[in-house]
């Protein structure tokens, strides 16, 4: 006889275990099924935490060679590429084992396995050995995440082609790195190996990096990001890319159809992501999809099946961490009754480069396509005291508010700690607030949040510090 469960979720990633864990506090039976063999999905594994590991080290590292310059002499720095992988690998190994510990602690039963349906109300998991057993269900979320997207014609093999998972553990620097895309995790990691030592070539398709971005944000940072030393050749299309005996040849053409090569030991493709769910049987149980094959749901998360949900990077919305964790939350209160929401106005983005840029809320370009008339501060980091004494001077805070009502829209920041600074934007947008309850919010000093204030003083022209 299959055991039975009043909730499954399949995939363990940020928005499954969160999900499987605040529907067993919610008082269901639940089970987890995760087919990696570890849990914490893409973000965990091969996504957010080994990425920021190895960002965090490679810009100690960058840091460390240049401390002589600020009065600190040390001997020869040198890049030991082996124990910064361990340590990148520990990070990962220590998440991973919380997040079972966690599901262990609410009593989420674990299924190490594929997980697929056999029908509405039974789950089929095989695991590595290739067993198979089934499981009962009266609620299922799929949670399956994303998978990273090629290139037509283009094989990824980890080693000389590689997607994010490959360019997160190359056993030693390239010297040449060819970047396809310049999107959040190109950029993130063309940053890593660009610190360590690699010439890094971003090629985009578009007149700009970082789609979907505030144009003029994108702009200060391909500048800050020229500087550093990363290239661009923007609105190149890729043609091929073949491998040889150095590495491999990209070619492209661009705008005016002029044909460039450019060779490399190792090429970076990141052109997105896509949903992932194959595997799921989904076409059995008539679950409908969208024409980018992600699940189609309602604003409960609920499919076109009564007791069948999905969220996260496999339906639509932004692919991050944080959405599909809110959605995991939301889901599994819809499912007893209560009512989850997701705020997707109030999602940041946040891109870990040096340095970090954030966002949330409404672009420029956005409130000008839906006629919204509207306001901006803006407060450069070189005149924040904090900024100036540690010498981290790049970038600006710039807060976008309703001409009439003053309410905050969006925001945008390039610099130093942008991804902690973006939260207490967040929460003046959750609660609906003016640009001038930012700036009559008393803020310490020196710290680089009076940043945020002085561009909300601004948005009125009353900064004081510029």
Known sequence: MSEKFQAVVIGGGPGGYVCAIRLAQLGLKTACIEARGSLGGTCLNVGCIPSKSLLNLSEEFNKAKHLFNKGIDIGEVRLNLNKMMKNKDKAVSVLTKGVEFLLKKNKVSYFKGHGSFKSKNEIMIKDDQGKESIIQTENTVIATGSIPTSLPGVKVDEKVIVSSTGALKLDKVPKKMVVVGGGY????????????????????????????????????????????????????????????????????????????????????????????????????????LDEKKRVKTNKMFKTNIDNIYAIGDVISGPMLAHKAEDEGIAVAENIVGQLGHVNYDTIPGVIYTTPEVASIGKTEEQLKELNTKYKIGKFSFMANSRAKAIDDTEGFVKILADENTDKVLGAHIIGPHAGELIAEIGVAMEFGASSEDIARTCHAHPTFSEAVKEAALSVDKRAIHS
């Open 185 to 288: 995790i190109g950029l993130e990691m063309g940053s890593v190996w660009s610190r360590l030592g690699s010439e890094v070539q971003v090629i985009e398709f578009l007149d700009h990096i970082t789609p979907g971005m505030d144009k003029e944000i994108s702009s200060e940072f391909m500048k800050i990001l020229k500087k550093q030393g990363i290239r661009f050749n923007m609105q190149n299309k890729v043609e091929t890319i073949k491998k040889n005996s150095s590495g491999a040849v990209v070619s492209t053409v661009d705008k005016n159809g002029n044909k460039n090569n450019f060779d490399c030991d190792v090429v970076l493709i990141s052109v997105g992501r896509k949903a992932n769910t194959n595997g799921l049987n989904l076409d059995s149980i008539g679950i409908e």
